[in-house]
């Protein structure tokens, strides 16, 4: 049925919760879930932004004039980090005065930033030391993201001459 109606893995899982609550919470029934197949959820790539967006975000910020981050990006006035929820608010400000298309918010600042290194060629084992990731499986994402490496690739064929 899935397959057939083309349905969302999101849009089955929410439909199986609805029907859950409704026997559960309306009816005050046990829903016997065993029979239910939860499909599992794709895993979607990391949105980023592209290096010259990335400029015009952080350019139209009202901090870049103070963009000399000593260990934060987003640091407060006396130094030190912003919650999480302030510098997603000033991001957010930045990118709607950029008029960059918004992507998403820190998580994609943080992706942008990673998927640009790599491209610059920084290896995958210093950015996963950055990142403080344990597994180099984790880090490893980004150069799905990344696609500038595969069309360097040369085929070996190429140096032949046939």
């Given amino acids: 049925m899935l397959l057939e109606q083309a349905y969302s893995f999101q849009t089955v899982n929410q439909s199986v919760n609805a ?12 829903f ?6 939860r499909p599992k959820t794709g895993r979607q790539l990391p949105k980023v932004w ?10 139209t910020s009202d901090y870049y004039k103070e963009f000399k981050p000593k260990e934060y990006l987003f640091e407060g006035q006396f130094g030190g980090k912003y919650s999480a929820t302030s510098a997603g608010n000033v991001l957010s400000k930045a990118i709607e005065k950029s008029g960059v298309p918004k992507r998403g918010g820190l998580h994609s ?13 920084t290896d995958l084992r210093y950015i996963q030391e950055l990142l403080g990731h344990n597994s180099s499986k984790t880090t490893e994402i980004y150069t799905h993201v990344s696609n500038k490496y595969l069309q360097q690739i040369k085929s070996p064929l190429d140096d032949i001459n046939i």
């Fill in 19 to 30: 029907i859950k609550l409704y026997y559960q919470g309306y009816l005050k029934r046990e």
């Fill in 32 to 37: 016997e879930l065993q029979d239910v197949i």
């Fill in 50 to 59: 592209n290096k010259e967006e990335m400029r015009k975000i952080l350019k």
């Fill in 109 to 121: 600042l943080r992706h942008s930033f990673v998927t640009h290194l790599l491209e610059s060629g």
